[in-house]
């Protein structure tokens, strides 16, 4: 069902403020009707021009060979670090293994040294139409299916279709405006929208991976399925075992091996992926050289771990990279769809019992900063008071949206460090018995008789190590709260049913967040959407309102001021609990790959951008 809000009706809504004439624009200002271009840029032009050989961060002298074993630090869709069941990526049931993406391409990528550059791949060129509701895609004669066929314009057509129906929510939820996909000719798609979407979701669908049409005409496209899908990337399924290992196999005749988006990258002849249950059991693996290359997210691990004999004899490398210039999102959500967690004065009360200070001195060496945004480590966060742009964008929420989102923006009470601030805890106690729930024999009930129970769910013992503490705060203030392990395919299928109270997650959000993205995070119609990242069931028209004018900005000015609004409203509102991020990834390889440094400021795929050093590999006896 459509939301009752659109382009229209948003921009009728903020029709008083001084944002309106810069809102009312369409996107891609600059780029001329019909006319066919070699990249997209959200704001401002192109770094690459249309004859670039290379991007700047690749090494086209790379050599090629080797093998990657790397534990992947993210991932997307339905896919899971700890174990996989299927092989089909692109849907909600199931657990995949990360890195599918791999054995596919998609119409544009990104450069990851530009905050929202698009390049062709698949397409030779993209044009839009004057109104920028269509998109038409040239695609490159030589592209082709694994098995030699040619990818054509019907092939773009059935992925579009194929996702906008049965697709993973990440997939499904950008195309909700798309009106048609249609194969103009053999090499030329067009995919056509609405007016009701974003200006920047085309950024987001031209990266989609196209799928064969053929392939799928004889299997079921959201079938849980073991069976390697025809794909036309630069690598394909190799050797797999189920909930173990997968390989990825280098394609040698990859047919778009010297496009200038490749050139210099997939330099592994093997990627491959062993899956643990416990991040131990990972560390344990590298330590022995099973996994070559390992990012570091437990900090215990970090500061006392690394002193085995072949990090001590220079074998093992141990260091930190820059992280990237973009948003993070790492809090815990409560989940709103359960009744007890509906009032915001419940879950700023279970926030205080969180013991930042505490936990970073004792659990984590110190390793970490303490999260209060949305969009931590970008220029996105809200700070101080709001400024004019920012007022005259929340203005017409007045009474809509917390008071608290109209003064100093919202962020977490520093703790006295004692693991248990009588200050915090008699507050949280207070706003307790404001939001109805009094101690009785020492549980916190309501009226109803009902007790404030919250279970957190994590998936691996280092939670419960980290969450123990903070359970002892909430049982502390009457709060009857438990730790619950599962293993990590039923903690995936819980988490994209909304079956928790409480859980923690890790979001990239992108340097150019599109409203596909921040919809998928926080819109209404998210919040119950099966596998969509709105964990916390947030469901407020002025939060669905906010996130279309972030949608609609034609500037980064415009962004930026659309997101410090919106940060600021969903901080006054509790949705989540906002806990840590490390300012830096933490890294450790066996010294025997090669990189460019420095790295990219948008992206880190170091499995993509690195190459095998065999003179390095011999040297400490991995050739």
Known sequence: MRSGFTRRSVLGGLASTAALPLLARRGFADVEPDTPRHGLSAFGELKYGPDFTHFDYANVDAPKGGAFNFSPPNWAFNQNVATFNTLNSFVTNGDAPPRMGLCFDALMTRAIDEPDALYGLLAETVSMSADRNAFTFLLRPEARWHDGSPLTADDVVFSYQTFKEKGHPSLLMPLREMVSAEAVDERTARLTFSGDQSARTVQTVATYPIISSAWYAERPFDASSMEPPLGSGPYKVGRVSAGLTIEYERVPDYWGRDLPVNRGFYNFDRIRIDFFRERQAGFEAFKKGDVTYRQEFTSQTWATGYDFPALQQGKVVKREFPSEKSPIMQAWALNQRRSQFK???????????????????????????????????????AEGEPSAEELALLEPFRGRIPDEAFGEAVVPPVSDGSGRDRRLLREAVRLFGEAGWTRQNGVLTNKAGQKLVLEILVRDEVFVRVDSPFVDNLRAVGVNASIRMVDAAQYQARQAEFDFDMLSMALSIGATPTVDTLENMFHSRAAEQHGSRNLSGIADPAVDELVAAAGWAESREELTTALRALDRVLRARHDWIPNWHAANHRAAFWDMFGFVEPKPDYGFPVETMWWFDEDKARAIGKA
Do not use: H, K, M
């Open 343 to 381: 009032d915001p004065r419940v879950r700023q009360a279970i926030g205080l019992c969180f013991d930042f200070e505490w936990t970073n001195r004792n659990l984590f060496y110190g390793a970490y900063e303490r999260s209060r945004s949305c969009f931590e480590r970008s220029e996105f966060v």
